[in-house]
């Protein structure tokens, strides 16, 4: 998807239809910094002009811009935006959008409300407030600035650069003086300056969140936009809206690492989830069925897999998430793994640390400059939160409720008369036995066993293909079913080799669910990926 078609794809996802007018009120932009950059339509102008702009460039005739949106223009001029070579980076909430557009573009016809330039302190981490002597950071340069520039800026403000090789695309390890951070924010092409994590500096092995992403689809074309996750500490009012209020949300487990042992990769996803409800009043419950609203879907999957976002292998991006509405439903808070990265639970790329970072997104949290902060843009190994995530997510929930109070020890006599023992009776033997303890309903799940495909992930040039397999339960499985996006159906054959199929397939990705039930509502359940190609 081209920029251009991103930005108006986003657009169109994000408010209702309508004209706007330039000048019309638009919501309040959630900068870290707290201030927003002035208005540069203000003043009624048709464009924006490099007088006045005081910031350092490599390239003359572009700036990074913020632009801002209330609502949708019903008709976006697309090939116009085109010829205005403005160029889609980021989304920043509320309905804004981070462009690189040329120094004298006219926009005040676009239906933008709002163009501001990020100053120095909305590129400077408050964490650095006070801070004295040499200071170590992570300078990042916009997506569209070559990383040798970054370079070039930090040596002509006198900062130290440090090689650390695992920091992400466009992100340098510098040290030096806060006024020589400052220097360098001062240039347009800088977008984020934040403090560097103690194991940033000792190189130790690190990998970075890419942050969250906003879903756009725009006539049957999907796709996604990152979000300015260092720019913003949060994206939207969370899943219960504006206040703090509360949440119930649905998760759905799909295809996940099938070298580790499926319950303890379910019991730590779940325990993720239980840091976060553990602090605020959200609930997750679990469900059968995907795409429903409100529900967070979580799966591991290779390259492409149906979002526009495609995997890119082993060492790159972990994982990705999308914020919650006004994300479009039902993308909104799924969470997806790169299948092909070497999970394990509890050591290296740990399962329940990454899951951790991610549910923050899913709720709304974008990073945090702190390195002791789970949302740090940086993954480490976590135990559970700390008191910056939670104070950052009691910002959109309310607090969870107290834990109820230890039972007190009853008091004792100071000094206790024993009573005199006497001599126990025998028991009688009753005429007739008690009753039995009633038995306890049924529990456990039907069992699941795919024997065709083999492995979880399978390729195709067919139009439809028979999953074959066979289920068992501790009483008796009742039915077996089968569903895709687009069909469902009811497998035939003895439960113990059963055929599902023949399967229709689209071109591309398809997600098989197949179900076995029993008699008292269990189910237990297999999800197969299918390309067809």
Known sequence: MTPQRAMAALLLLLAPPGSLNAQSAAPELRLKAGRVPPNLLEAGAAGISLAGLESGREEPTRLHYLLQFQGIVSEYPLEELGRRDVRVLSYVPDHALLVSAPANVELADLGVAYVGQLAVENKVSAEFRNGAGDLQAVLEVHGDVADSLARQIAGSVGLAVLENPDLAEGSILVRGSYEQLAAAAAWDEVAYIFPASEEMVRLEPLQACAGGSIGVTQLGVEGELRAAAELASSFGDGWDGAGLGSATLAYWFGVLPGWLDAGQVKGELIRAMGGWSGAVK??????????????????????????????????????????????????????????????????????????????????????????????????????????????????????????????????????????????PESPTIPENPPPATPAQPDGTAPTLKITFPSAASYSTTAASITVKGSATDNVGVTAVLWETRTSSGAATGPVTGFSAGPIPLVPGINQITIRARDAAGNAGWRTLTVTRR
């Open 282 to 423: 959200v609930s997750f419950q679990e469900s059968s069925s995907r795409r429903l609203r409100r529900q967070i879907e979580i799966f591991a999957a290779s390259g492409e897999h149906g979002d526009g976002y495609q995997f890119d292998g082993k060492g790159g991006v972990l994982a990705h998430t999308f914020y919650p509405p006004p994300n479009a439903e039902t993308l909104a808070g799924d969470l997806h793994l790169d299948l092909d990265e070497p999970w394990k639970i509890g050591a290296d790329i740990d399962l329940f640390s990454v899951a951790l970072h991610e549910l923050g997104h899913a709720l709304g949290l974008g990073h945090n400059d702190n390195p002791s902060a789970v949302m740090y843009p940086y993954y480490r190994k976590y135990s559970g939160l700390s008191a910056l995530d939670v104070a950052e997510i009691r910002k959109l929930y309310a607090a969870a409720e107290s834990a109820p109070a230890t039972p007190t020890t009853p008091t004792v006599p100071e000094h206790p008369t024993p009573a005199t023992p006497t001599t």
